[in-house]
């Protein structure tokens, strides 16, 4: 079972470059999650997508846009990169709206801008 | 969603029982608690939920007072491997399954 898989796990950016970050999950999940964590700090929600075909913001959307391409993959974009988008990008799923299952976790993808 | 308010870290000696504290005095009838915890930099991991009665399953037990304000999450018999950041969670069902994490309680578990 591959659960929440995210790529690329490591990446460095300059200043005002583009990049996506991916995630699939192959639990059948209907929501998906985008996170962000900085040094010594707890997760905000970035964006997420309560089911195919709907996202919407979260707590720190702002430079950032998502796609959900399908049931399975949900995509964060940086289409110009700052510094201070420097975190650790965390991807989750669950089963969905009324469901009490838990959160499963990507294990992380840990960006730089320069 | 209601807001937690947990302790920003905690000592717990090899062996012992850990209790970690939460508090959501803003908390609603529909909404659940949740535990959680991230070792190091991975990602976080389910722990246990509970919405008003007091639930135990392989890894910890949830105790959730009577007004439902606070509750308390414990390891019964902490390890080394149990150092971690554990975050308290509620969340109502219907509100699209949103997931706040605040700052957690960082629990040190010392030989």
């Known amino acids: 079972n591959a659960g929440v898989t995210q790529t690329p796990k490591f990446q460095v950016l300059k200043t005002g470059q583009s990049m996506t970050l991916q995630c699939a999950q192959d639990?059948?999940?209907?929501?998906m999650y985008w996170y962000r964590q900085d040094p010594g700090m707890g997760l905000r929600l970035i964006y997420y997508s309560a089911s195919e075909g709907t996202t919407d913001k979260g707590e720190v959307p702002n430079g950032y846009n998502v796609s959900r391409l399908n049931k399975r993959e949900f995509s964060l974009r940086l289409e110009s990169a700052a510094p201070s988008q420097t975190s650790v990008y965390f991807c989750?799923?669950?089963?969905?709206?009324?469901?009490?299952?838990?959160?499963?976790f990507g294990e992380g993808s840990r960006l730089t801008v320069l | 969603d209601a807001k937690t308010t947990q302790p920003p870290s905690m000592d717990c000696a090899e062996g012992r029982a850990a209790n970690l504290p939460c508090n959501h005095s803003t908390i609603s009838g529909n909404e659940y608690v949740y535990w959680y915890r991230q070792i190091h930099s991975q990602g976080p991991q389910y722990i246990i939920h509970g919405l008003k009665n007091n639930e135990t399953n392989e890894m910890a037990s949830l105790i959730i007072t009577e007004d439902r304000k606070s509750s308390t999450l414990i390891l019964p018999h902490a390890t080394l491997r149990d150092t971690a950041v554990y975050y308290c969670?509620?969340?109502?069902?219907?509100?699209?399954?949103?997931?706040?994490f605040g700052s957690g309680t960082k629990l040190n578990v010392k030989p």
């Open positions: 639990m059948n999940h209907n929501s």
């Open positions: 969670i509620v969340r109502v069902l219907y509100n699209f399954n949103k997931f706040y």
């Open positions: 989750a799923s669950t089963m969905g709206a009324g469901n009490t299952g838990e959160l499963f």
